[in-house]
């Protein structure tokens, strides 16, 4: 089974930058698209951003030119890069593994960090 765990999280000013880091072990990355979902406060949890495992990169467009998903293999770390952060970007954040292409419907959740921008 695959364990995950999300750090990085913390309150920032709008503007600012945050980078989320998400540490996978009982698995590789080889059979598992993996990425990064939120959830605000009253609503429901959306995917932010995806590598696929074959499909490439997806990112939601409220995110878009702003965060970067990236991967280290050889670590079995996911991370997000998250800049010009802007108080509807407040939400927790959580890592995910989904069992192959499907972006769409994780397998695997982290606990989840709070990302808290003030205006």
């Known amino acids: 089974e695959v364990h995950l765990v999300e750090s990085g999280g913390g309150l920032v000013q709008a503007g600012g930058s945050l980078r989320l880091s998400c540490a996978a072990s009982?698995?590789?990355?080889?059979?598992?698209?993996i990425g990064w979902w939120r959830e605000a406060p009253g609503k429901e949890r959306e995917g932010v951003s995806c590598?696929?495992?074959?499909?490439?990169?997806y990112y939601a467009d409220s995110v878009k030119g702003r965060f970067t998903v990236s991967s280290d293999v050889a670590k079995n770390m996911l991370y997000l890069q998250m800049n010009s952060l802007n108080p509807e970007d407040t939400a927790v954040y959580y890592c995910?593994?989904?069992?192959?292409?499907?972006?769409?419907?994780?397998?695997?959740w982290g606990q989840g960090t709070q990302v808290t921008v003030s205006s």
């Open positions: 995910m593994f989904a069992y192959g292409n499907d972006c769409i419907d994780p397998t695997y």
């Open positions: 009982g698995s590789t990355f080889d059979d598992y698209s």
């Open positions: 590598i696929s495992l074959s499909d490439g990169t």
